[in-house]
Nanobody, 123 residues
């Protein structure tokens, strides 16, 4: 079965950086696009970023564009989210998600996700 395990969350100061990792198993990782989404307390799920199966296409929410970078290493079955210039409003539970599209391109849909990694930005 599909399994996604996030790591790398924690506490950062405003302006600081964190890197999230997501290790996948149970499916052909290199055939599918992957995304990151987040949910802050009391708010709905917000899509953050997506990457195509070969890494050639990346997409970002306007709220993180220019600060976050998504990447993947298909040999390691891992997706990354590098987060720079963090702001308090970036505090949330971050989920790694598998895109169901057979094209391997980002479709902004999810069919599996991990347990989440907490990111807290505070001074």
């Amino acid at each position: 079965q599909v399994r996604l395990v996030e790591s790398g969350g924690g506490l950062a100061q405003p302006g600081g950086s964190l890197r999230l990792s997501c290790t996948a198993s149970g499916f052909f990782f290199s055939d599918y696009a992957m995304s990151w989404a987040r949910q802050a307390p009391g708010k709905g799920l917000e899509w953050v970023s997506g990457i195509s199966k070969d890494g050639s296409e990346t997409n970002y929410a306007s709220s993180v564009k220019g600060r976050f970078t998504i990447s993947r290493d298909n040999a390691k079955f891992t997706t990354y989210l590098e987060m720079n210039n963090l702001k308090p409003e970036d505090s949330a539970l971050y989920y790694c998600a598998k895109d169901p599209s057979q094209s391997g391109r980002v479709s902004f849909r999810y069919d599996s996700w991990g347990q989440g990694a907490q990111v807290t930005v505070s001074s």
